[in-house]
């Protein structure tokens, strides 16, 4: 289950820095977690 949600978290940190609509000020938990700052 580890590695699973490894690659879920890699999935989703690509998807943020690829996404121009992500707005981490919008979603500051995700950006908590995903280390982006808001």
Same mark, same amino acid.
């Given at each position: 289950?580890?590695?699973? $949600? &490894?690659?879920? $978290? ?7 820095? &690829? &996404? #121009?609509?992500? &707005? #981490?000020?919008?979603? #500051?938990?995700?950006?908590? @977690?995903?280390?982006? @700052? #808001?």
């Amino acid at each position: 289950m580890n590695a699973m $949600n &490894d690659l879920l $978290n890699t999935a989703i940190r690509n998807r943020l820095q &690829d &996404d #121009p609509d992500y &707005d #981490p000020i919008r979603y #500051p938990e995700i950006a908590r @977690k995903f280390g982006k @700052k #808001p």
